[in-house]
């Protein structure tokens, strides 16, 4: 039995979908959701729904009974991250889970980056898992090719891209290749105690972003390229909390410094193929 955690959400729900389509039997995958109704098509796919919430240990506990392997995604949360995944992982330990799968982050250092309210959770985690001792591997993840728009503004086509982030690259990975990488990894054996970045072959810089649109699309795609400072008063005049705009300014800060160019992939191991290029992303996307 394989247990996924916030399977409704775009990573969990991705692994799920990899794992049917490489036939594995719906009624041996386990979903764990906090609202029922959001996993409607799960169920009705055969998926097993389990009803459990990160802060609830006793929910938790619950929902592991006979899971072989679980697929721990990070939480999404800011506060109590560090308690919510040790809640995870004691239950599993106390229900005899035998494999935990965890989602990190492909970061050049912990230690020096600007983000560390975003990379830390990452590195306790890891080092609670090999502390418990319980078999593990760490898929440390680059960002979703998906988060691209979200990055690049509203109206981005038109108007241009508007991110801090300088020509600094990042191997942008869609969130179905990171799921179809976790389902590998929960499938196959071999990968116990080990940790893979989950990355493209080739970083991208914003830059380059904006001229493969311009080919796709037809029209001029500009990269506005603003300092941190003009990004967050753009953002808060346009009505985003500063708390967020300071987040998302962050994470330009962190890709303009390479942060996430590590130079370091082994998703083309595990899947078996060449990752999907940016361009034919980009093109089933914007095209």
Same mark, same amino acid.
């Given at each position: 039995?394989?247990? !996924?955690?916030?399977?409704?959400?775009?990573?969990?729900?991705?692994?799920?979908?990899?794992?049917?389509?490489?036939?594995?039997?719906?009624?041996?995958?386990?979903?764990?959701?906090?609202?029922?109704?959001?996993?409607?098509?799960?169920?009705?796919?055969?998926?097993?729904?389990?009803?459990?919430?990160?802060?609830?240990?006793?929910?938790?506990?619950?929902?592991?009974?006979?899971?072989?392997?679980?697929?721990?995604?990070?939480?999404?949360?800011?506060?109590?991250?560090?308690?919510?995944?040790?809640?995870?992982?004691?239950?599993?330990?106390?229900?005899? !889970?035998?494999?935990?799968?965890?989602?990190?982050?492909?970061? !050049?250092?912990?230690?020096?980056?600007?983000?560390?309210?975003? @990379?830390?959770?990452?590195?306790?985690?890891?080092?609670?898992?090999?502390?418990?001792?319980?078999?593990?591997?760490?898929?440390?993840?680059?960002?979703?090719?998906?988060?691209?728009?979200?990055? @690049?503004?509203?109206?981005?086509?038109?108007?241009?891209?508007?991110?801090?982030?300088?020509?600094?690259?990042?191997?942008? !990975?869609?969130?179905?290749?990171?799921?179809?990488?976790?389902?590998?990894?929960?499938?196959?054996?071999?990968?116990?105690?080990?940790?893979?970045?989950?990355?493209?072959?080739?970083?991208?810089?914003? @830059?380059?972003?904006?001229?493969?649109?311009?080919?796709?699309?037809?029209?001029?795609?500009?990269?506005?390229?603003?300092?941190?400072?003009?990004?967050?008063?753009?953002?808060?005049?346009?009505?985003?909390?500063?708390?967020?705009?300071?987040?998302?300014?962050?994470?330009?800060?962190?890709?303009?410094?390479?942060?996430?160019?590590?130079?370091?992939?082994?998703?083309?191991?595990?899947?078996?193929?060449?990752?999907?290029?940016?361009?034919?992303?980009?093109?089933?996307?914007?095209?």
């Amino acid at each position: 039995m394989i247990l !996924v955690t916030g399977a409704t959400g775009g990573l969990g729900n991705a692994t799920i979908q990899a794992l049917l389509k490489k036939g594995f039997p719906a009624n041996e995958i386990s979903a764990l959701v906090r609202d029922e109704h959001k996993a409607a098509d799960l169920k009705s796919a055969g998926i097993q729904i389990k009803i459990g919430n990160y802060n609830e240990y006793d929910s938790l506990k619950t929902a592991l009974v006979g899971v072989d392997k679980l697929l721990l995604v990070s939480s999404n949360e800011m506060v109590d991250r560090l308690v919510q995944h040790k809640n995870v992982i004691n239950a599993a330990l106390e229900n005899g !889970v035998k494999h935990i799968v965890y989602t990190g982050i492909d970061i !050049v250092s912990y230690e020096t980056t600007v983000i560390p309210y975003v @990379s830390q959770i990452h590195k306790d985690t890891a080092d609670y898992l090999q502390e418990v001792g319980i078999p593990y591997t760490i898929l440390d993840n680059t960002l979703y090719a998906d988060s691209i728009g979200m990055f @690049s503004g509203e109206k981005f086509l038109e108007t241009g891209i508007f991110f801090p982030a300088g020509e600094g690259k990042l191997p942008w !990975v869609p969130k179905a290749e990171m799921g179809e990488a976790a389902a590998v990894v929960l499938t196959t054996s071999g990968h116990e105690n080990k940790n893979y970045a989950i990355t493209a072959n080739v970083a991208y810089s914003f @830059s380059e972003i904006a001229e493969i649109l311009s080919e796709i699309t037809g029209q001029e795609v500009k990269y506005l390229k603003p300092d941190a400072e003009t990004y967050v008063e753009g953002l808060v005049k346009a009505g985003v909390p500063k708390e967020i705009a300071s987040f998302l300014a962050g994470f330009g800060i962190a890709i303009g410094n390479g942060e996430f160019n590590t130079h370091r992939s082994d998703l083309e191991k595990l899947l078996g193929r060449k990752p999907m290029e940016i361009k034919a992303y980009l093109t089933e996307i914007y095209g």
